[in-house]
């Protein structure tokens, strides 16, 4: 490349900031931004960002890709196909989970997945999911974990083969603050949500609309106001994952005023879906079984005001995806079911064994960009702040979710005018339906940059397997505690 400044200059676009918009050209060196800048000199290559709207690279924290059972089955969505769908999408990086299985260690739960992501062609990271917190994995293997840059946590609160109870979970908090790590929390009240299946199976109520009627916001409320209490008593950071509600979200904000190192999340489909979609002919409203559920319509503007609020500050996909051919209607296909596998009276499984998840993480910026920027919701920066920059700060994520220079050149040329009709056959996951079929929006991803490469050109995905990198995470601010515990006794350190 000599003679040249620059490998790449992205030149003339709108460039869009967690803190302002602004006309330049951005100048690539190695995979780094290294200018910006009106008129920069020319680089080896050039591309035209006129017209566009330039961001940095979405970063998808919570995404469930090429995840290995408990049986050792692999879940379809392998890190070819979901980083591919990613990079269509406009999301450059994203954090999947590492499993444990009750009884066993987290090295003995998923031999090799680790070597599966090395496929990835997008940037990536884990978060450890913790089902069993013996001593062996709180005192030896946690610890390993961070110093290998895995510095997040992931406990549920409710599901059969996952859940914690509230020791387990003090257990957790507690360890993590003792080692620098993050916890995140799926927050859902296991034994009501059992209560409510049982009443429900007995009254004869399967179809998946009864999915939601199980878990209705209340339980998600409780979870979430326990959750949060006992990171309090510990003097723990979290994060809320997923908050599909108000009243979820309400605990939070609380908390928060209180001055509680508590973060939210939500999903785009709480911001879009309602209990509608969990109907329709031929079993259709399997689709859209997710935990937590869809809520009732109007809830989606309530949790949209909370994004204004800035009480959910990071939007994910959570994409887990279940083909509706196969697993969507399979009795026993669910890994996360509540109750036992139960069938209805046409072969189809009653709504406690429909695999719990939804895809996403191709369709969840182009939906947040349309709902958001383009309906004028939120403006550019809170896009860039929802879609990466507060997650790359939240998680760690040195050089992401930035266009200043000396962060990596992870770039999304966004055409605002583009009108798109969203269809799963256009898609590049590996799940055969999308919950966003025929969805309208507006905003479309053109162009995505990963570290100075274009790995992605109007919807035809460039980048390689195993061109991905796995993003290591060190010590940081917003995961030490605040240093308030009750009584000035602290239990964690004692």
């Given at each position: 490349m000599s003679g040249f400044d620059f490998d790449l200059v992205v030149r003339g676009g709108t460039l869009a900031t967690a803190a302002e918009v602004l006309e330049a050209d951005i100048g690539i060196k190695d995979g780094v931004i290294t200018a910006l800048g009106r008129n920069l000199p020319r680089g080896a290559e050039e591309i035209s960002a006129?017209?566009?709207?330039?961001?940095?690279?979405?970063?998808?924290p919570h995404t469930h890709i090429e995840e290995i059972g408990q049986d050792g089955s692999v879940a379809e969505e392998s890190f070819s196909s979901g980083s591919a769908?990613?990079?269509?999408?406009?999301?450059?990086?994203?954090?999947?989970?590492?499993?444990?299985?009750?009884?066993?260690?987290?090295?003995?739960?998923?031999?090799?997945?680790?070597?599966?992501?090395?496929?990835?062609?997008?940037?990536?990271?884990?978060?450890?999911?913790?089902?069993?917190?013996?001593?062996?994995?709180?005192?030896?293997e946690v610890p390993a974990l961070v110093a290998r840059g895995i510095r997040s946590l992931k406990v549920f609160l409710t599901y059969d083969p996952l859940r914690l109870d509230d020791a387990q979970l003090l257990q957790v908090l507690a360890t993590a603050k003792k080692n620098g790590a993050f916890v995140t929390i799926h927050c859902e009240n296991y034994d009501a949500i059992g209560w409510r299946i049982d009443a429900l199976l007995k009254a004869g109520l399967t179809d998946p609309l009864m999915h939601a009627w199980s878990r209705p916001p209340v339980v998600e409320r409780e979870a979430t106001h326990r959750a949060i209490a006992?990171?309090?008593?510990?003097?723990?950071?979290?994060?809320?994952?997923?908050?599909?509600?108000?009243?979820?979200?309400?605990?939070?904000?609380?908390?928060?005023?209180?001055?509680v190192k508590v973060w939210g999340e939500t999903c785009p489909q709480y911001l879009t879906h309602s209990h509608d979609d969990l109907q329709g002919p031929d079993f259709a409203g399997a689709k859209a079984v997710c935990s937590p559920a869809l809520r009732e319509k109007g809830e989606n503007e309530r949790v949209w005001a909370r994004i204004l609020d800035g009480t959910l500050d990071i939007v994910s996909s959570d994409h887990c995806g279940f083909s509706f051919a196969t697993a969507k209607q399979a009795v026993g296909a669910s890994p996360y079911g509540v109750g036992g596998a139960v069938s209805r009276p046409d072969g189809r499984p009653a709504f406690?064994?429909?695999?719990?998840?939804?895809?996403?993480?191709?369709?969840?910026?182009?939906?947040?960009?349309?709902?958001?920027?383009?309906?004028?919701?939120?403006?550019?920066?809170?896009?860039?702040?929802?879609?990466?920059?507060?997650?790359?700060?939240?998680?760690?994520?040195?050089?992401?979710?930035?266009?200043?220079?000396?962060?990596?050149?992870?770039?999304?040329?966004?055409?605002?005018?583009?009108?798109?009709?969203i269809e799963n056959v256009a898609l590049h996951h590996a799940i055969d339906y999308t919950p966003w079929e025929g969805f309208a929006v507006k905003g479309w991803p053109e162009v995505t940059i990963r570290r100075g490469q274009v790995a992605m050109r109007h919807g035809e995905v460039i980048a390689e397997e195993g061109t991905g990198r796995f993003l290591a995470r060190g010590p940081y601010a917003l995961a030490k505690p605040r240093g308030v515990v009750p009584d000035g006794f602290d239990a964690a350190l004692a």
């Open positions: 006129k017209g566009y709207i330039v961001t940095p690279g979405g970063i998808d769908a990613a990079l269509a999408g406009g999301t450059t990086s994203f954090i999947c989970f590492l499993p444990q299985w009750k009884g066993h260690t987290l090295a003995a739960s998923a031999p090799g997945y680790e070597a599966r992501a090395k496929a990835s062609r997008a940037d990536y990271s884990f978060h450890q999911i913790i089902t069993d917190p013996t001593p062996e994995v709180l005192e030896k006992l990171a309090e008593l510990v003097d723990q950071p979290v994060q809320i994952f997923h908050v599909s509600c108000e009243e979820a979200a309400a605990e939070i904000a609380r908390a928060r005023r209180r001055g406690n064994a429909i695999p719990n998840g939804v895809p996403g993480i191709e369709t969840r910026l182009p939906v947040l960009f349309s709902e958001g920027v383009s309906k004028g919701r939120i403006d550019l920066p809170t896009f860039v702040k929802l879609s990466s920059a507060n997650a790359a700060k939240l998680f760690n994520l040195p050089g992401k979710g930035s266009l200043m220079p000396g962060a990596d050149a992870d770039l999304v040329l966004w055409n605002p005018d583009a009108e798109r009709v």
